[in-house]
Nanobody, 124 residues
Framework: QVHLVETGGGWGQAGGSLRLSCAASGRASSDYAIGWFRQALGKERVFLAGLSWRGDNTYYADSAKGRFTVSRDSAKNTVYLDMNNLKPEDTGIYYC?????????????????WGQGTQVTVSS
């Protein structure tokens, strides 16, 4: 079982950048496929990006495509979400989810391990 901790959230300005980290412990993050999700206040958690366990396959939701990049540093047992050209609608709590299934999904139920989330607030 893997334990996930998200960090890197905070305040950002529209057009700016933030890097979120999803650090894994208890088991290598490279054993898992990872999905990044965002939950805005009062709304459901939505999929943003996925990374296969090999790290050779990524997928982005339309809202993230061209602006966000997901990557893995196996030596640090950490997965990153680099967010560029931030928009106020990017505001929310960001979660990383892990699944041993090896491949990402845009379905929240696909992932069985979650971090506690990190808050991102983007001002216009």
């Amino acid at each position: 079982q893997v334990h996930l901790v998200e960090t890197g959230g905070g305040w950002g300005q529209a057009g700016g950048s933030l890097r979120l980290s999803c650090a894994a412990s208890g088991r290598a993050s490279s054993d898992y496929a990872i999905g990044w999700f965002r939950q805005a206040l009062g709304k459901e958690r939505v999929f943003l990006a996925g990374l296969s366990w090999r790290g050779d396959n990524t997928y982005y939701a339309d809202s993230a495509k061209g602006r966000f990049t997901v990557s893995r540093d196996s030596a640090k047992n950490t997965v990153y979400l680099d967010m560029n050209n931030l928009k106020p609608e990017d505001t929310g709590i960001y979660y990383c989810g892990a699944t041993i299934k090896g491949y990402w999904s845009d379905k929240e139920s696909w992932y069985n391990q979650w971090g506690q989330g990190t808050q991102v607030t983007v001002s216009s």
